[in-house]
């Protein structure tokens, strides 16, 4: 049974950082792409970045590109997303997501593991 576990959401204020982690467990393979996504109220969930394999590669999208940063380390199971310089449009859930079978891009049409999701609201 694939699991995937978020951590790390909570109130901050404008310009704060957080870090998000994602603990997976189960037939996530460190050969398998990972993404991060993202929910408002109200609005589709969204794609905010995703990792290949072995840190080979990564992409984030416009909205946070400079400020969000994606890693894994397979060895521990862990992928994180680092947030600086939060925006009140920021606020949202964030899911992380495996992709198996795709090495270098987990688009949310081909995510087939995810979190059950994490917080982060940014307020003053």
């Known amino acids: 049974q694939v699991q995937l576990v978020e951590s790390g959401g909570g109130l901050v204020q404008p310009g704060a950082s957080l870090t998000l982690s994602c603990t997976t467990s189960g037939r996530v393979f460190a050969g398998d792409a990972m993404g991060w996504f993202r929910q408002a109220p109200g609005m589709e969930r969204e794609f905010v970045a995703d990792?290949?394999?072995?840190?080979?590669?990564?992409s984030v999208d416009n909205s946070v590109a400079g400020r969000f940063s994606i890693s894994r380390d397979d060895a521990k199971h862990l992928l994180w997303l680092q947030m600086n310089d939060l925006k009140p449009e920021d606020t949202a859930v964030y899911f992380c997501?495996?992709?198996?079978?795709?090495?270098?891009?987990?688009?949310?049409?081909?995510?087939?593991?995810w979190g059950q999701g994490t917080q982060v609201t940014v307020s003053s």
């Open positions: 997501a495996a992709c198996p079978g795709r090495s270098f891009t987990c688009p949310e049409t081909e995510a087939v593991y």
């Open positions: 990792i290949s394999y072995h840190n080979a590669s990564f």
